[in-house]
């Protein structure tokens, strides 16, 4: 049971994954399924990340997830060797170029920048891409 939905978002296979702001978790229901399978955060299958308040989710092209953690004032990304705090990471909210409170959103531009709305300090931050 969904408490509270904040964001979606579909893949091209039309999955779609949820993102379960109360119980801190992001749901994926596959096409054409009703029930929905945890794949981060409280009661997943698998040791991921403790989420507290997820409000967004973005997939990008190799099927990782991104994920606004609005609680914990950062932003979180799967990889090849599981999850990890991208932005935010110092585990304080503040205002600083580092810093988040109350991140909303997040979003990508075709050369990987990262754009989070930042509620807290009424600005949208952008973050690029470092390779």
Do not use: H, W
């Amino acid at each position: 049971m969904l408490n509270l939905p904040c964001g979606i978002y579909v893949n091209t296979n039309f999955d779609l994954y949820v993102a379960d702001y109360y119980n801190n978790r992001v749901q994926l229901f596959q096409s054409g399924e009703i029930n929905g399978i945890t794949v981060v955060g409280a009661e997943s299958l698998t040791t991921t990340i403790t989420l507290n308040g997820p409000t967004g989710i973005v997939l990008d092209g190799d099927n990782y997830l991104y994920i606004v953690d609005f609680n914990y004032n950062r932003i979180v990304g799967s990889g090849s060797n599981g999850f990890r705090c991208l932005v935010g990471c110092s585990g304080s909210s503040g205002s600083a170029s580092n810093q988040l409170l109350y991140p909303a959103t997040l979003s990508f531009d075709s050369y990987g920048n990262m754009y989070v709305t930042d509620y807290g300090n009424s600005r949208i931050q952008k973050f690029i891409l470092s390779t």
